[in-house]
DNA sequence: TGAGCATATGCCAGTCAAGGCATATGCGCG
DNA sequence: CGCGCATATGCCTTGACTGGCATATGCTCA
């Protein structure tokens, strides 16, 4: 299902563009200025990010403007959801207090 | 970094043996008939998965009981993690109220 | 409308992963 | 100690993905 989406992640490059998209929307320009690759393998990956459903479009001008889209990660962490709770526990067993690691809902406030 | 976990999720058959480790660790042979795969295919998977350090062989009789290993889970989960405001913004935004979805640190009981 | 920038696509060669088959290894039992 | 079961590995072929290059497309502006 996700099918994809997973195969899209396995990639670096990939994820790499996904965690820039995460700050800010970029056009296609910044990035590859940005991950330091060529202009063409910078629009294959995200032709295939955006095939995955993980990004999104939206100046069709000149210059086309990338976004996350936030869904298809839903469906990825729907997947890893009920495995949260097997090292949750194991986290728990070895004592770790950190309250809730770096795991909550809503801060991501790391780096 | 987890580069090999990511390649090792892209793989459907992978994930459908990840899912049935997690309800309860199985032996290859059990893993063969739920799966329909030949058993060379499933060892080779479970190779993947093993080097991804996503499972883990505990018996080293002949039958191998395979158990996945959390705390590589733990690591994909920290690469998504800063993704999951994002999605948890846009259905606040929709008006989902659901409390944390199906997100938090300790829960996981959906389905 | 013609030039030029930003982005996408096509084509090609190299690489890598996957499945099928045969076979090797490890282990316990008679 | 030799046999047989459970699992792992090797080899081979095929298909998919990647990057580089050249080039096509879409759009803006003079």
Do not use: C
Request: aromatic share 6%.
């Amino acid at each position: 299902m996700a099918e994809v989406a997973w195969a899209a992640l396995s990639d670096p490059a990939r994820r790499a563009v996904l965690d820039l998209l995460r700050q800010r929307p970029h056009a296609v320009g910044e990035l590859v200025q940005a991950l330091q690759l060529t202009q063409p393998t910078t629009s294959k990956h995200l032709r295939v990010l955006r095939e995955a459903g993980l990004v999104r479009v939206h100046g069709d001008a000149q210059r086309r403007i990338y976004t996350i889209d936030p869904t298809s990660f839903a469906a990825l962490d729907a997947w890893l959801a009920p495995y949260r709770v097997l090292w949750n526990d194991s986290l728990d067993a070895l004592g770790h207090h950190l309250d809730r690691t770096g795991t909550r809902t809503r801060t991501t406030r790391r780096t």
